[in-house]
């Protein structure tokens, strides 16, 4: 990051104002149809989460894994529904920390490569399929 701190591996996702939030998700949670507000990351920090996008993939992240939810302004599918879905995983509340992107004109449209990148490379894959 800078100084002598070693080497490391820095990617920078956002420039420009970014609003932070933690976020706690009931064991209950459900998240009908909706679109992220703004563009941003979901990281998990304990327990999990699951998404189901309108073309019907969905994913589960746990802890460490992180998400970009860009899905503003989407077009209803054919039962109306807008965004993606979304629910805890085994029951149990899923804390994480959102950050938006307040300036869309400058929020980044990761490609998948990217994100999986920094994935952790020893946890098995949570994709699901259809």
């Known amino acids: ?60 992240l746990r802890e460490g894994d992180l998400s970009f939810g860009g899905d503003q302004n989407t077009s209803p599918d054919k039962n109306g529904n807008r965004g993606h879905r979304s629910g805890v995983l085994d029951g149990k509340p899923c804390k994480m920390m959102i950050v938006q992107l307040l300036d869309a004109n400058q929020a980044p449209r990761p490609k998948f490569s990217e994100v999986t990148d920094v994935e952790h490379s020893d946890r098995p894959s949570r994709t699901k399929p259809n």
Do not use: C, Y
């Open 1 to 60: 990051m800078g100084g002598n701190s070693g080497d490391q591996f820095n990617l920078t996702f956002a420039k420009g104002p970014v609003k932070i939030l933690f976020s706690v998700l009931p064991a209950d949670f459900d998240g009908d149809w909706h679109e992220n507000p703004e563009p941003q990351w979901i990281l998990p920090i304990a327990g999990g989460w699951w998404v189901e996008t309108q073309d019907g993939k969905r994913i589960e």
